[in-house]
């Protein structure tokens, strides 16, 4: 493994096991760690496993997009922000019609447009103390990542629009009663997750990935909505708003 290496690939029999490996940033969504993403998703060890583990390396599994990106990027936001969300979109897509059966193992925080890894998986396996939190309307951002295209179709439409409004941080037991999780776990959700993956990769079967393709026919609907989602994202954050809730929430996080 390169010591700049964002993204990882790990082979283990049937077992696929790919990490975000920006731990010192919250494995913060930049478009280096996107396009990693991507190559790593589509590289024939994992195209070819049965089982897909995704995780992340850190106290957080994923904050989104970086805020310091977008802002070191301000003279050109549009442009920056149409290449990450471009990105993100192919990222979900792709976890989503996965020949693998997809199992995110998922520790801290989750916020912003990294849900949508969880909401293309199969499976999601989360530690106790995880919070997941929208920040859209702190930010003064248009919500992507799947917040509107995909994460109704999970908890309803006015779930997803009071979470968004309210800003709330949801916790892993929230979560598992909305259906976002399928399995709560104290401590190691790593070893879970390679549990789960193990019992899923011995008793594969024809009928479980049929079901898959089944379930994941709605594929030309999601990328028009993610689509959609893209847009709005581009057209809201080059606002004053946006330029101001991203300087504000800098200067928080600088003051501690």
């Known amino acids: 493994m390169r010591p700049d290496q964002l993204v990882t690939l790990e082979r283990r029999d049937n077992i696929a096991i790919v990490s975000l490996n920006r731990p010192a940033r919250h494995n913060a969504l930049v478009p280096g760690l996107l396009s990693e993403m991507l190559l790593v998703l589509k590289h024939p060890d994992c195209q070819g496993a049965t089982v897909l583990i995704l995780r992340a390396e850190g106290r957080s599994f994923s904050t989104g997009g970086d805020l310091t990106g977008f802002w070191n990027h301000r003279e050109n936001i549009t442009a920056y922000a149409k290449t990450l969300v471009g990105q993100l979109n192919e990222v979900i897509l792709t976890i989503y019609t996965h020949p693998a059966t997809v199992i995110c193992a998922v520790q801290g925080q989750v916020t912003g447009g990294s849900l949508g890894f969880l909401l293309a998986a199969d499976h999601v ?88 393709q089944l379930l994941n026919t709605r594929v030309g609907i999601l990328r028009q909505r993610l689509e959609a989602e893209r847009e709005n994202f581009v057209s809201q954050v080059q606002t004053q708003q946006a330029l101001d809730g991203i300087s504000t929430f800098l200067r928080r996080q600088e003051n501690g």
């Not at 951002?141 to 629009?161: E, H, K, N, V, Y």
Request: net charge negative; charged share 20%.
């Open 125 to 212: 396996i989360m530690r106790r103390e995880v919070t997941i939190t929208p920040y859209y309307s702190v930010v003064g951002f248009s919500p992507d990542g799947g917040w509107t295209a995909l994460l109704p179709d999970i908890i309803g439409r006015q779930q997803a629009m009071h979470w968004l409004a309210s800003n709330a941080s949801y916790d892993a037991s929230h979560c598992e009663a909305l259906g976002l999780a399928q399995q709560v776990v104290e401590n190691d959700c790593d070893a879970a997750a390679l549990s789960r993956a193990e019992e899923v990769a011995s008793n594969q079967s024809g009928s479980i990935s049929k079901s898959r």
